[in-house]
């Protein structure tokens, strides 16, 4: 099982270990269910761990935006205790964001009274 906890904004955060070539971190981000990805990382993290370049792909964010030669990078993110390489885009922003491709036969609980996450893997 995965724990994380819903912040003051009310934004739900969990702890996520990213592996590069050079370096790795254990850091929180933010899980977006906006965003249909692995991980999104900020541009001065994803060059602190050497990730590889991989592929330029089209991307269209939520307001609608075309963001053309968007780079795609690899590396390796521990998910539910297996580490697994995954696809990582970058972003100006300073936020993690952990999207919804980590989903694929988990159960996610969001509980805004106790200001929990829980993510279950489905037998």
Request: charged fraction near 25%; glycine fraction near 10%.
């Amino acid at each position: 099982m995965i724990e994380g906890y819903i912040s003051t904004t009310g934004t739900p955060v969990l702890e996520i270990k990213v592996e590069g070539k050079r370096e790795d971190i254990t850091a929180e981000g933010i899980l977006d269910t906006g965003f249909d990805g692995y991980l999104c990382l900020p541009i001065s993290i994803a060059v602190s761990l050497g990730l590889e370049l991989i592929k330029v792909v089209r991307t269209e964010l939520a307001n609608g935006t075309i963001l053309e030669d968007e780079l795609v990078f690899t590396g390796k993110v521990e998910w539910n205790g297996t580490l697994i390489e995954v696809d990582i885009l970058l972003t100006k922003s300073e936020d993690i964001l952990i999207g919804t491709s980590f989903l694929n036969g988990y159960s996610v609980n969001l509980d805004y009274q106790t200001k929990k996450v829980r993510i279950e893997k489905l037998a």
